[in-house]
């Protein structure tokens, strides 16, 4: 099936500073990607589409300014948490639009591995 | 709108025996549904969807699900449970010429010895 992979994993970081997360589709090309942040024990929260080449679409209530998405190719789309705090720390998770084109299954979204991000 | 309600937060059930995780949905048209299973500090992993055909979707490690248009459910089911299924399990739709996906808001399987 398709893989999609997240770095880092885990990242801790002091407030202030700005962190990127990196979610790449390894054998597929994905024209879309989605982020999503996950409060413990509750479910995904989309953050904002990214689509390939284009600015991404942010859903209401997501500050655009502080939550940056990058995605230059068909297979890496980047989240950077800019100027982090306390309140940031959460569990992202992307992932990718598999239309079945390289795959041979049909439109499928694929999740990373998802990246824990602490802000001291 | 769309929506998906997974009425239970948690299912409990013995090894060996049969599991249900109910879903259901609302969404404008026919839907695109999926099942997803997150382990602990994880990301989600596919286990199947409904698209169209068979109301019977056959998925990986063993499940099924059941498009019910009716009754507008989609039950994650399993004829013999393992404890390495216990799990956080989401329900997802997606309405046409949509690219979001609408979850549930999960529900723990306990699978135990």
């Known amino acids: 099936g398709a893989v999609v992979s997240q770095h880092p994993s885990r990242v801790i970081c002091k407030s202030g500073t700005s962190v990127k997360i990196e979610c790449r589709s390894l054998?597929?090309?994905?024209?879309?990607m989605f982020w999503y942040r996950q409060f413990p024990k509750q479910s995904l929260m989309l953050m904002a589409t990214s689509n390939e080449g284009s600015k991404a679409t942010y859903e209401q209530g997501v500050e655009k300014d502080k939550f940056l998405i990058n995605h230059a190719s068909l297979t890496l789309s980047t989240l950077t948490v800019t100027s982090a705090h306390p309140e940031d720390s959460s569990f992202y998770i992307c992932?990718?639009?598999?239309?079945?084109f390289g795959t041979g299954g049909t439109d499928t979204q694929y999740f990373g591995p998802g990246t824990r991000l602490t802000v001291l | 709108a769309q929506s998906v309600a997974q009425p239970e937060d948690q299912v409990n059930v013995a090894e060996g025996n049969p599991l249900t995780v109910k879903c259901t949905y609302s969404?404008?048209?026919?839907?695109?549904l999926f099942w997803y299973v997150q382990y602990p500090n994880r990301g989600l992993q596919f286990l199947l969807k409904y698209i169209t055909g068979d109301n019977l979707v056959k998925g990986s490690y063993g499940f099924e699900a059941e498009f019910n248009k009716s009754q507008t459910s989609f039950h994650l089911k399993k004829p013999s449970a393992l404890v390495s299924d216990s799990a956080l399990y989401f329900c997802a739709v997606r309405a046409p010429g949509f690219q979001k996906l609408v979850f549930g808001t999960g529900t723990r399987l306990l699978v135990s010895p």
């Open positions: 054998d597929f090309q994905a024209t879309t």
């Open positions: 969404v404008s048209g026919n839907p695109y």
């Open positions: 992932s990718a639009r598999d239309l079945g």
